[in-house]
């Protein structure tokens, strides 16, 4: 079988501005290939609700990757609207991977809890926000790793359950 196909999406406004290094990002990328992910897509875009929404819903559509990971745009901040980009794309919800996410990453930091972080699918892809923290975006999908391999062999239509 193949590599699982993935992209990576950050969103900030000053990274998009050239205002800061992005270091989330590369370091989603770095640890997506380190876990046999072949990284399709690689976006850095403002807090801009249809930019992210189109962008988004593009590399779903084109079938361009199996798992895209956002990173920002989660918090608190005015600013802040990856969750509601996400209700503009999603057509199944998947509770379980953000409620897992703040959960495990609360036993670190206990700010964890205000993410609004959330997962979903559409079409054949899995979508996970992520925290916009270099070291938070990397925990995260360190606890994800275990779930992945599963949860996109049954997004794709490749694994299958006989009764018993």
Do not use: Y
Request: hydrophobic share 40%.
């Amino acid at each position: 079988m193949t590599a699982a196909r993935a992209g990576v999406m950050t969103v900030s406004d000053s990274c998009s501005r050239g205002e800061r290094e992005d270091g989330s990002g590369p370091a989603l990328r770095e640890a997506l290939e380190g876990a046999g992910f072949t990284v399709t897509r690689v976006a850095v875009v403002p807090d801009d609700r249809p930019r992210i929404a189109a962008l988004l819903g593009g590399w779903c559509d084109e079938c361009s990757c199996d798992l895209i990971l956002t990173t920002g745009g989660t918090g608190f901040s005015p600013t802040d609207c990856t969750p509601e980009a996400m209700h503009d794309v999603i057509q199944r919800w998947v509770p379980g991977l953000p409620e897992m996410l703040r959960a495990k990453s609360a036993g670190k930091v206990e700010t964890a809890w205000l993410s609004r972080g959330l997962a979903g699918i559409r079409g054949t892809t899995l979508i996970v926000n992520l925290p916009g923290s270099r070291r938070a975006a990397t925990e995260c999908f360190e606890f994800l790793v275990p779930l992945l391999p599963h949860a996109l062999e049954v997004l794709a239509g490749r694994t299958f359950r006989c009764g018993g």
